[in-house]
Nanobody, 126 residues
Framework: VQLQASGGGLVQAGGSLRLSCAASGRFFSRYNMAWFRQAPGKEREFVAGISRSGGSTYYGDFVKGRFIISRDNDKKTVALQMNSLKPEDTAVYYC????????????????????WGQGTQVTVSS
């Protein structure tokens, strides 16, 4: 599967952005999907994940109810709605896909993900 992330940009603190990830290829509905982010000088960290059916979601602790991940298997897309953005949310955001053979919760470990998009920059000004 190939992934293309979009929707990043510059926003003021407290604002919102919606990231989107479009997938190409077959069997999109057999992948758990996730968003990770990487700030300069920091490790890539898990932001949010969603199971292949969309029935289960999981978030990094720092999200604290501000972000919502969703997917549309018919359109082969996954989105991340980000609200109440903070300057510390500034990073390159990546979507990722994890092939799973059964219904499982999304993994939070970077190494579990097989496919990655190119990243989209999110900058939050104070």
């Amino acid at each position: 599967v190939q992934l293309q992330a979009s929707g990043g940009g510059l926003v003021q603190a407290g604002g919102s952005l919606r990231l989107s990830c479009a997938a190409s290829g077959r069997f999109f509905s057999r992948y758990n999907m996730a968003w990770f982010r990487q700030a300069p000088g920091k490790e890539r960290e898990f932001v949010a994940g969603i199971s292949r059916s969309g029935g289960s979601t999981y978030y990094g602790d720092f999200v604290k109810g501000r972000f919502i991940i969703s997917r549309d298997n018919d359109k082969k897309t996954v989105a991340l709605q980000m609200n109440s953005l903070k300057p510390e949310d500034t990073a390159v955001y990546y979507c990722a896909a994890d092939w799973v053979i059964s219904s499982t919760l999304p993994e939070t470990t970077r190494s579990e993900y097989d496919y990655w998009g190119q990243g989209t920059q999110v900058t939050v000004s104070s």
